[in-house]
């Protein structure tokens, strides 16, 4: 015999021998240095009081009875957690490399206390070890009874979950645990049952592991059923998901994941995690009254969180949308006639988004809003829609929209462009027709401040402009705007009738929420109407005057004067003032470039002359100006 030889099998008699000496070994003297070790290391107590076995092996099994550790000293249970008896593996290759490794792990009436106290410290860090350090593998769980008590007042949370070993059924052969819950989260009232497999086991692709979650959280109700091949890690698998509440914006204290007030909803698809990112995927349902379908995802990985959603909708009601404009029912009660509900500013600034919308078709009061195109866009704090366009009245409407939310009031910016709106699709109520009813285009461009559309407006600085080509007014309203007596009694008498508009054109210029016009002109075959004043929306007022210049012997000359808030407006003669005489050449030749640069709003059809154009270019020959100076190109 060599001397290797003689050397190699003297190794594999002293390890046989030791194999030999620690299966003979009685462990339960090794008790008390295991409990000196682990309350060592932990700073808590430790003991083992029942029986303790280990069968050696390069995975041994240890088995030890009737399990205590204590608690933190700040808690008032004296005890963290009690195992009647523990039956589990260790990987001793890995924990020569120091990672804790268990390849199975069997847990008998465990009871375990989870708590934070109010200073947010857990229960479950101990002595000086690091919260980030790395947590143990498991690749096999199984516990046939146990109960687990949650507990933080730092977030008004406190959880019972009782778990248990069920007897498989016919409908529900593989389920053998269930867990049960009950309690508070976040402060709403929550109750949990949970069903699945009585071991569960990591990346077992032969016999996947099922689940069957039901939570419910205050007002919102969530259910996953499915299988799992990674049951502990739920990595890059999906489960079928339904989620239905009173309002998603209830989602933000539950998960943290802002969203805007919305009627009751339910949604249904399937929930995929992959990474820190988990998507709600191919999901359809219903909010308030409105179809919703797409894809929502949120990546916890970055700080803040990214939402991305690519969502549809085939028809979606305006009032669905109430919530996030702010028109809610503490709106409705207040003096403002515009929407006072503030923005929140805190779940502007808990994400970054990225959601882009299309919808068929908005149903709205007395509109019909169709093929809407939106992409939103939230990062550090600032929301963008660029594009939020849409199709209504037969024409185009063309928005951008910047709010900056970073600082203490949301500042924002507004580029609008409304294009060739047909009167008689946006007034459906009115008596226009298709041969009378005309066009209308518009823009607006804004700077404002403030956290509600009110304090928005109300500080809005700005220009603002509207061109009509076409449509009809009443004659009695032309009447009394010229003070025509005589025959608005006439027209009292024998009815009201619609005049044709040939055009009309205003301009504004906001300063601090006031709207100044700057040019305002109506002409009919009947009377010219010229404007003046201005119109605040810091306090919602009017201060406006309508001067007209007609033909009847009748007419007295006098201004018309709009006063009052947006609520009741007051509608009265100024008859102490005699109105400026002149035509509407006068008041066209002032108006000139801007009219030019507002028809092309009106998308006309070709085959349709425009009565703005035609009398622009009157006007301006009528004051000696060349037509190709002031026919856009």
């Known amino acids: 015999m060599t001397r290797k030889t003689k050397w190699l099998v003297g190794i594999a008699v002293s390890l046989l021998l030791l194999v030999t000496a620690a299966s003979l070994f009685d462990w339960n003297l090794a008790r008390p240095y295991i409990a000196r070790q682990v309350s ?83 229960n479950w860090v101990f002595g000086k070890q690091d919260k980030q350090s790395e947590l143990p593998s498991i690749d096999a769980l199984a516990i046939d009874h146990g109960s687990v008590e949650f507990r933080d007042p ?28 009950a309690g508070q989260f976040k402060g709403m009232e929550t109750r949990l049952q949970a069903r699945g497999g009585a071991l569960l086991t990591l990346s077992n692709a032969v016999r996947p592991y099922p689940i069957k979650i039901t939570a419910t959280l205050g007002t919102t109700k969530a259910s996953i059923d499915g299988t799992l091949i990674d049951p502990l890690h739920f990595d890059n698998e999906e489960v079928n998901f339904q989620l239905e509440g009173s309002d998603l914006a209830l989602l933000y204290p539950i998960a943290g994941v802002p969203l805007p007030p919305t009627p009751a909803y339910k949604l249904v698809g399937y929930l995929s995690h992959s990474g820190n990112i988990w998507t709600f995927k191919r999901f359809k349902g219903k909010v308030g009254d409105s179809d919703l379908s797409g894809d929502f995802s949120v990546d916890r990985g970055r700080t803040p969180q990214l939402i991305t959603a690519d969502l549809e909708s085939q028809i979606l009601d305006l009032k669905d949308l109430a919530g996030i404009i702010g028109a809610n029912s503490a709106a409705k009660t207040s003096s403002k006639m515009l929407p006072t509900e503030p923005f929140n500013l805190d779940k502007l600034r808990a994400a970054d988004a990225d959601v882009r919308f299309k919808g068929a078709k908005i149903v709205t009061r007395k509109l019909q809003i169709q093929k809407m195109d939106a992409h939103l866009t939230v990062k550090d704090g600032t929301l963008k829609l660029a594009p939020l366009n849409f199709e209504v009245a037969g024409g185009k409407m063309v928005t951008e929209i910047t709010m900056d939310g970073r600082k203490s009031h949301m500042v924002t910016h507004a580029d609008i462009t409304a294009k060739g709106l047909n009167l008689d699709q946006l007034f459906p109520g009115s008596k226009l027709n298709k041969s009378s009813a005309g066009t209308m285009g518009g823009r607006a461009k804004l700077d404002a401040g403030g956290d509600s559309i009110s304090q928005m407006m109300g ?52 300063v601090a929420g006031d709207f100044t016009v700057q040019d305002l002109v109506l002409d009919t075959p009947k009377v010219n109407i010229t404007g003046e004043g201005h119109v605040n929306f810091a306090d919602e007022s009017l201060h406006l005057k309508l001067v007209s210049q007609g033909t009847s012997l009748a007419a007295l000359r006098g201004p018309i004067v709009i006063t009052g808030p947006f609520k009741k407006p007051s509608v009265h003669p100024d008859m102490g003032k005699v109105a400026a005489r002149g035509g509407l050449a006068v008041g066209l030749g002032v108006l000139t470039s801007g009219i030019a640069a507002l028809i092309p709003l009106l998308e006309l059809d070709k085959k349709k002359d425009s009565n703005c154009a035609a009398l622009m270019i009157q006007a301006k020959s009528d004051a000696g100006i060349k037509q190709s100076d002031i026919v856009p190109h």
Not at 160 to 177: F, G, N, Q, S
């Open 40 to 122: 060592s290391a932990t700073g808590r107590s430790f003991a083992i009081n029942g029986d303790l076995e280990v069968h050696v092996s390069l995975r041994p099994r240890i088995i030890a009875n009737d399990i205590v550790m204590g608690n933190a000293a700040w808690s008032k249970d004296p005890v963290m957690a009690q195992i009647k008896r523990a039956d589990f593996k260790i990987d001793l290759l890995k924990l020569l490399v120091g990672r804790l490794s268990f390849p199975e792990i069997s847990l008998s009436d465990l009871h375990l206390v989870l708590e934070v106290n109010k200073d947010g410290v857990p």
């Open 154 to 181: 730092t977030t008004d949370t406190d959880l019972a979950l009782e778990l248990h070993t069920i007897t498989a059924t016919k409908d529900d052969p593989e389920y053998m645990v269930e867990v049960t819950g």
């Open 459 to 510: 500080s809005a600085n700005g220009e603002a402009a509207l061109i009509m080509d076409g449509g009809t007014v009443s004659e009695l309203l032309l009447r009394m705007s010229n003070l025509d007596i005589a025959n608005s009694f006439l027209l009292l008498l024998g009815g009201d009738k619609q005049i044709p508009i040939r055009c009309m054109v205003a301009n504004f210029k906001a």
